[in-house]
Structure formats: structure tokens, C-alpha cells
């Protein structure tokens, strides 16, 4: 007899606990909210890469490096546009960063692997970035992408926790057909 997987807890009924569990770190932090948008790409991702924990191994480091690559881009940014005008100093530290973020791809297997969380770290940090969804800790405008950058992983890893706790709690057991 062949075995199959049965949900005790309906699927749709984990995703509606899901969804509504974080809420509050959205809504009741403050300045250090969660930006639950970038938590739910990042939940999607746990489900492309095979709904098991081993989708860690995947996600975190290539959501960590595109965020990191799209950090390094802003700051170089920062920098530049002390001596350029900010449209020229993003296209230059930014068109930078993302070269130099392809480019690495061909010596770490988990940035070709995961491409899809590694390229969601770029867009997810610019977000965070962008819409100032991170904690206002400095006025510096060489500090501020690190913040965003820092906040964008460590959300986006969240999100990650919250596909493994999505699959988790509809207490999957095996059962024969």
C-alpha cells in the first residue's frame, strides 16, 4: 500500500493562522516593525524550495547575499552622491554592486541554487529601503542601508520560520491509502 501525507489541521485554516499570527510585530513595535510584506515573499520561497526545513540551507544564505549585495549598491550610493548628483551615484554604486552580485554567482552554487531567494534579497532590501521600513537609528546616509539591510534579512528569514511553522502546524501525519 502506497502512504500518503494527511493534514490534521486544513491546510487553508495554516495559512489563515499564519498570516494573522505575526500581526502584531507589524502593527505594535514601533520604529522596529516588521515589514510583513517581506516576510511573505520570503514564506512563498520556503514552499518553491520543497515546504522542508532543508529549505533553510537554500534560503537563508542567498536571500542573505542579495540582500548584502543590494547593501553594498545603496552604500556605495551614499558615498557618491557626496561628489555626484544621487540619480548618477545609483546608477554607478548600484549598477556596481549588482555586477559584482552576477558575477559571484558562478563560485557559490547556493546563489545559482537559490537564485530565486537571491535576487528576492536585492528587491526585498531596496524595499525596506525605499519605504524606510527599517529602525530610524542614525541620520547617516552610509549607516542607514546597513540598518535596512540588516532589518530586510532578518525579516526575510522570519519569513522563512514562517513557512517551516505554516507546514508545521497542520500536523501532517502518514497515512495508507
Known amino acids: 500500500m502506497a502512504k500518503k501525507v494527511k493534514e490534521t489541521v486544513p491546510f487553508w485554516l495554516a495559512v489563515a493562522i ?17 515589514p510583513l510584506w517581506c516576510s511573505f515573499i520570503v514564506w512563498a520561497q520556503y514552499f ?6 532543508s529549505a533553510f540551507k537554500t534560503i537563508f544564505p542567498a536571500f542573505a547575499g542579495g ?9 556605495l550610493t551614499a558615498l557618491l552622491a557626496s561628489a555626484l548628483p544621487f540619480f548618477p551615484a545609483l ?19 547556493v546563489f ?19 519605504t524606510q521600513s ?3 537609528l542614525t541620520s547617516s546616509p552610509v549607516l542607514m542601508p546597513i540598518i ?10 522570519f519569513g522563512a520560520i514562517l513557512g517551516w511553522f505554516n507546514v508545521t502546524i497542520t500536523f501532517p ?5
Do not use: C, D, H, Q
Request: aromatic share 18%.
Open 48 to 53: 518553491v524550495y520543497g515546504s522542508k526545513p
Open 112 to 130: 545559482r541554487e537559490g537564485s530565486l531567494s537571491y535576487f528576492n534579497g536585492v528587491a526585498m532590501m531596496l524595499a525596506v529601503y525605499f
Open 134 to 136: 527599517y529602525p530610524a
Open 91 to 109: 546608477v554607478i554604486g548600484f549598477g556596481v554592486a549588482i555586477a559584482a552580485m552576477v558575477y559571484v554567482m558562478r563560485w557559490v552554487p
Open 18 to 34: 499564519t498570516a494573522v499570527v505575526p500581526l502584531p510585530l507589524a502593527l505594535y513595535l514601533g520604529k522596529f516593525n516588521f
Open 67 to 75: 540582500a548584502f549585495w543590494s547593501t553594498v549598491g545603496m552604500v
Open 173 to 177: 501525519k502518514e497515512v495508507e491509502e
Open 148 to 157: 535596512a539591510g540588516i532589518w530586510a534579512i532578518l525579516v526575510g528569514w
